[in-house]
């Protein structure tokens, strides 16, 4: 993997060395500040310092769910004598544990992928300081690049030669297929080769990296990642008729980042969109309604169009494909690997790299028109999507409106859609993803982590909905009515909670939630560790389901002062490494 990492640097900063970001984060008032911005267009009467410090109170209310949590825990942590050990005794826990350790292991994994764009996206982003710093970053980029001057051709002539960019690691030979440029957020001049695969995701530009391992020869789809993914690799070093005699299928590692990640206000303003409604052509139920995240889904079908050519290689037919990303581009690697898999559509129309920016200059009044724009194209999508089922009822082929009177261009081999190209082979892993797809997709083939207080994997325009109405009912009133605010706010937290869990599936296809399983990585007091929970769509009842709902508060936007921390890719390397897991009191070697 390194080897990779220094090959993606050429060109990126002075000496190969990470730089800390710039962040919009000076104090612990500022978590607060971006989100009362995104609420102000609901409160014209209140200023921007009011709507902060309403945000700040109605913390305590949840951060008591939080106290109740850690007490328990550390309760639990302190009575448990062999808290270290796996009681194999009882049915599913050895199973659920070692599944916890492939996550985990898994998810350290996508951190090394995203970091490689994340260097790239840190060299095409910063602004120098002054002409001089500019000019001795330049001459030590080019002393740097030279050092690695055939592995930047190898980067630099992927467009035009894919066969260039090969790579080792660990003993497996890996081809760079596809590395989409990041331009400046600002704008600027735009080289033709920026512009080729760049996809846009508000104002910021998605970058896609393509890796391909000929030597991959394990599970795909829900197999991918599992116990025995990990497991299979001792046995192939002990056994090396093993590695001759097994059919190599051969993998795509589609890594995505953006860099819109930084800007808290802009996120939340992608999330606010109301959810677009899909009806389903094929399925157990016809005429199916799904919900997806507009942005993402119109980004993720952007992807696939990106990295078409490659998919459908005949060569690499077989082959495993899986998706990695963080933050929003997490949202996307699911519903894209959601789209291969075939469980949802292609977005419908063109889908252009050229996209309508969510929100201008003037925030306020563009979020409103994007959020009604939203709302028309959702409802225009499922009067389409029926218009479609009649069509295939009734025998009738459907024909795309350019094509009208026209012959089909398109080539046999490349007729096959791109949604369901993928089945059973696709699958993705991501880091601080927001909910992206209603939970009646069961796309267990996607793997999502929260760390913490991540607001990102909180918000949904129902979650902001919810807090706006939690913001009225404290922002105005003196010291009493603020504090019988705070009351209120956190019985009807309760009572919210316990709705939740009792009504489980009820309406889920119109509310939006992480695809697939999900963990919780919690930081706790207690040793410095972190314990691990198995939440999501996947996860309907049981005790977990409840502490998700009422104690960690995942259905709804959990204030506090590490909301926005606990979303930086530190905070999740750091939290991953410090995960508790339990041993086997059969193995003291093996972890479970």
């Not at 292609?346 to 252009?352: A, L």
């Not at 459907?398 to 089945?423: A, F, H, T, V, Y």
């Given at each position: 993997m390194n080897s990779i990492i220094q090959s993606l640097r050429a060109g990126g900063s002075a000496g190969g060395k990470r730089k800390k970001k710039t962040s919009t984060r000076s104090d612990i008032n500022d978590s607060f500040e971006s989100l009362a911005q995104v609420l102000q267009d609901d409160f014209p009467d209140c200023q921007l310092d009011q709507l902060t410090q309403s945000l700040t109170r109605l913390a305590s209310s949840q951060n008591a769910f939080k106290n109740l949590d850690g007490m328990a825990h550390e309760a639990y942590q302190r009575t448990n004598i062999n808290g270290n050990e796996v009681d194999t005794s009882v049915a599913g826990r050895a199973q659920r544990s070692a599944a916890r350790v492939a996550a985990t292991a898994e998810a350290l994994w996508a951190c090394e992928l995203v970091e490689i764009l994340d260097l790239q996206l840190l060299s095409q982003t910063e602004e120098p300081s002054s002409s001089e710093e500019e000019e001795s970053r330049l001459k030590e980029s080019t002393q740097s690049t030279r050092k690695d001057e055939n592995s930047k051709k190898a980067v630099d002539s992927l467009e035009e030669n894919e066969e260039a960019a090969s790579l080792s690691c660990n003993g497996n030979r890996i081809q760079i297929l596809y590395n989409g440029k990041i331009n400046k957020r600002n704008g600027g001049d735009e080289s033709k080769e920026g512009k080729k695969g760049c996809i846009s995701l508000g104002k910021s530009k998605l970058s896609v990296l393509v890796l391909y391992e000929e030597d991959y020869d394990r599970g795909a789809g829900l197999e991918h990642g599992s116990i025995m993914y990990f497991s299979c690799s001792d046995n192939h070093q002990s056994s090396p008729n093993n590695n001759n005699n097994k059919e190599k299928r051969g993998r795509f590692l589609v890594v995505l980042d953006d860099s819109i990640s930084e800007d808290f206000v802009e996120t939340l303003q992608i999330l606010s969109q109301k959810p677009k409604r899909v009806k389903l052509s094929t399925g157990l139920i016809a005429g199916e309604v799904v919900s997806v995240q507009p942005q993402l889904y119109k980004a993720a079908g952007q992807v696939l169009q990106s990295i078409e050519p490659y998919l459908r290689d005949p060569n690499r037919s077989k082959a495993a494909i899986h998706f990695v990303g963080r933050s929003l581009a997490g949202g996307?690697?699911?519903?894209?690997?959601?789209?291969?898999?075939?469980?949802?559509?292609?977005?419908?129309?063109?889908?252009?790299?050229?996209?309508?920016?969510?929100?201008?200059?003037?925030?306020?009044?563009?979020?409103?028109?994007?959020?009604?724009?939203?709302?028309?194209?959702?409802?225009?999508?499922?009067?389409?999507?029926?218009?479609?089922?009649?069509?295939?009822?009734?025998?009738?082929?459907?024909?795309?409106?350019?094509?009208?009177?026209?012959?089909?261009?398109?080539?046999?081999?490349?007729?096959?859609?791109?949604?369901?190209?993928?089945?059973a082979r696709s699958s993705a892993l991501s880091l601080g993803a927001p909910p992206s797809l209603s939970g009646n997709v069961v796309a267990a083939y996607c793997t999502s982590f929260i760390y913490g207080d991540d607001i990102v994997s909180r918000t949904t325009h129902e979650t902001l909905d919810h807090l706006r109405g939690r913001v009225e009912k404290t922002v105005h009133g003196g010291f009493l009515g603020q504090n019988l605010g705070l009351v209120s706010d956190t019985l009807s937290l309760t009572m919210a909670g316990f709705k939740s869990h009792a009504h489980g599936s009820e309406g889920e296809e119109i509310k939006l939630s992480i695809p697939g399983k999900a963990y919780l990585v919690r930081p706790r007091r207690l040793g410095g560790a972190c314990s691990i929970h198995e939440v999501g769509n996947l996860q309907k009842g049981g005790r977990e389901a409840l502490r998700a709902n009422l104690l960690w508060q995942l259905n709804d936007i959990l204030l506090s002062k590490s909301m926005w921390k606990h979303h930086d890719l530190e905070s999740y390397i750091q939290g991953l490494d410090r995960v508790h897991l339990r041993s086997s009191s059969e193995s003291d070697d093996s972890l479970l």
């Open positions: 996307v690697a699911s519903l894209a690997a959601t789209i291969l898999d075939g469980s949802i559509p292609m977005p419908k129309g063109k889908v252009s790299s050229d996209n309508a920016n969510p929100s201008s200059s003037k925030r306020k009044s563009s979020t409103k028109r994007q959020n009604k724009k939203m709302e028309d194209e959702a409802d225009i999508d499922v009067k389409e999507a029926a218009a479609d089922a009649k069509k295939s009822e009734s025998g009738e082929e459907d024909k795309d409106e350019n094509d009208e009177g026209q012959e089909n261009p398109i080539d046999p081999i490349m007729s096959e859609p791109l949604n369901g190209l993928g089945r």
